[in-house]
């Protein structure tokens, strides 16, 4: 097995295509209360962080917490609603991840978002019980603090060089970075591959089935090229 033992995974963008509601439900809830709008690459470049911390990027004027609790709940009431159908899976996650499964490692999932949105959305995917660990934005500190990755590493008795981060964030890398663990980064998801290859991913992969390919070969202590 690779030495990775314990595979962390952001969940939006990266195991799940939630992008574009994201970004439509961030635009609902600005709407609501006539703030100016923000453009796609704006929005995408706070997916990672928690939803408290992206209003206060977007909007570093909105000082008053009652208006930022009202965004809060403005945003996840459409988000919600646009997932009474459950977002779907990129291709090849759920077969990537139960042969990760069979292969003996440990998988968690570190999150941006809050604990009854996972909870939602895992059981949606029938995977209540199907990670190790989970943790969310609103339990320990967000991204890219590296406590919610050493929480983790606590809880499977594991050491920073036996993880690894996966994530389609610079929040997703920089949280690995802080905490010693190596990352892979997701050019499909919310941000610019540029931007991911500035904080010294392992890996950028197109697509999520290049992990496992590559968690099945002998692993150099060299970055890797993009995989293209």
Not at 62 to 84: G, N, Q
Not at 122 to 142: K, M, P, S, Y
Request: proline share 5%; net charge negative; glycine share 8%.
């Amino acid at each position: 097995m690779s030495r990775y033992e314990l595979l962390i995974f952001d969940w939006d963008g990266t195991l799940v295509d939630s992008i574009g509601r994201i970004v439509e439900s961030v635009r609902v809830a600005a709407r609501a209360f006539d703030l100016p709008p923000r453009d796609d690459v704006s929005i995408k470049a706070i997916i990672g962080l928690a939803l408290t911390d992206a209003i206060s990027t977007l909007y570093p004027h909105i000082d008053d917490p009652v208006l930022i609790d009202e965004f809060r709940r403005r945003y996840s009431e459409h988000y919600l609603a646009l997932e009474a159908q459950p977002s779907a899976l990129y291709p090849g996650v759920a077969s990537a991840l139960q042969e990760f499964r069979e292969r003996g490692h440990l998988l968690a999932v570190a999150t941006g978002k809050g604990r009854k949105g996972l909870d939602r959305v895992l059981a949606g995917q029938g995977w209540t019980e199907f990670f190790d660990v989970t943790r969310c934005a609103d339990e320990t500190a967000g991204k890219p603090d590296p406590l919610m990755i050493e929480e983790i590493l606590a809880h499977c008795d594991m050491r920073p060089e036996q993880a690894l981060m996966i994530g389609d964030s610079v929040f997703d890398l920089q949280m690995a970075q802080r905490a010693g663990v190596d990352s892979v980064a997701v050019a499909y998801g919310a941000q610019p591959v540029e931007k991911l290859q500035a904080h010294g991913p392992r890996l950028v992969i197109n697509r999520f089935a290049e992990l496992a390919t590559w968690l099945g070969e002998p692993q150099s202590t060299e970055v890797n090229e993009h995989v293209g």
